[in-house]
């Protein structure tokens, strides 16, 4: 009797501490749901710049001049078929002319993608490939439509053919990342909406003042923010007053510390990366798999997973 009594007190003692552990556990569980982790952009930056130029004009050598001046990095779209033609850059320059930036798809003659069957569609973006590939001695993985138009077929016709984003045309006035690598929709147009139209002047002075507020709202941004900007050398053609604008823009933007400049193949590259990171449950533990250093914040924390590390996040 005695050892029953004691039995059934060993066994009430029991349940009641699993009781009061359960919830301990459970609230454990909860606490660490809620530690937020967030991306930085590279070298642990909260901004990224994006600058995103089609169709490879001859004027392209001259905004390559300004970008190399101020340290920034393009990404330039371009169309092979197009190359050597009148007023377009040559086959022989691309290697060195985009060294250190990005040689992009934009379909190899640029063509309305969507009024394409399906063997031309895939001609279209993987002759580029191909031709780009060769002239610039690159892996070449990113894509501008021609454009900027895109349908559903067009979507299911590049899944497979090696393109990593397509960009389109529609600006977001925001600076979020997509959700849709192969609908990228950009920031904005260079200087908003201003040119497309000769001679209007007051239309040019409020989209070059949106413009310019969008800029400024990006720099003074303390959330994680990029800015993707998009356009055609071309549209500044001989004008001084417009190149002399293109300037002033870089300078703004150039050689600021919270700024990453990057092409935007590495900004996806880095984005999958980062979305690949292996966190242990309790979030102390964090396994980069990838070569690229990633750059993450723990419950406001900066913390930097070099590439194949696990790492340690204390807080
Ligand atoms: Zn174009």
Redesign the pocket.
Same mark, same amino acid.
């Given at each position: 009797m005695k050892f029953i009594t004691l039995l059934l007190f060993w066994c009430t003692l029991s349940t009641l501490t699993a009781q009061t552990g359960a919830p301990n556990s459970y609230s454990d569980i909860l606490k660490n749901s809620q530690i937020k982790i967030e991306m930085l952009f590279p070298e642990g930056k909260s901004k990224a710049l994006i600058l995103s130029y =089609? =169709?490879g004009p001859y004027q392209d050598r001259k905004l390559v001049e300004l970008m190399n001046k101020y340290d920034l990095k393009g990404t330039f *779209?371009l169309?092979s078929n197009k190359l050597d033609l009148p007023n377009y850059l040559t086959k022989a320059e691309i290697k060195d002319l985009f060294k250190g930036h990005e040689v992009s798809v *934009?379909s190899a003659n !640029?063509p309305n993608l969507t009024t394409l069957s399906k063997i031309d569609l895939l001609y279209e973006v993987i002759e580029d490939r191909r031709e780009l590939e060769r002239l610039s001695g690159t892996t070449v993985r990113g894509m501008?439509y021609?454009?900027g138009n895109y349908n559903a077929s067009v979507l299911d016709a590049i899944q497979g053919v090696g393109i990593a984003y397509a960009r389109t045309v529609y600006d977001t006035y925001n600076f979020t990342i997509p959700h849709n690598f192969l609908a990228w929709h950009p920031s904005i147009h260079q200087f908003g909406k201003a040119y497309f139209a000769p001679n209007q002047p007051e239309v040019d002075k409020k989209e070059i003042a949106a413009f310019t507020q969008l800029v400024g709202n990006f720099l003074k941004s303390d959330t994680l923010a990029l800015l993707d900007v998009w356009g !055609?050398s071309w549209e500044m053609g001989d004008s001084k007053e417009k190149w002399d604008a293109m300037e002033q823009f870089f300078k703004t933007v150039a050689h600021n510390p919270s700024i990453c400049y990057i092409k935007q193949i590495d900004l996806v590259d880095y984005i999958h990366a980062y979305e690949n990171l292996q966190f242990g449950v309790d979030k102390k533990l964090v396994t980069n798999l990838s070569s690229l250093d990633i750059y993450i914040k723990k419950a406001g924390k900066a913390f930097k997973v070099s590439a194949g590390t696990t790492t340690l996040l204390l807080e």
């Open positions: =089609d =169709d *779209h169309n *934009h !640029h501008a021609p454009f !055609h």
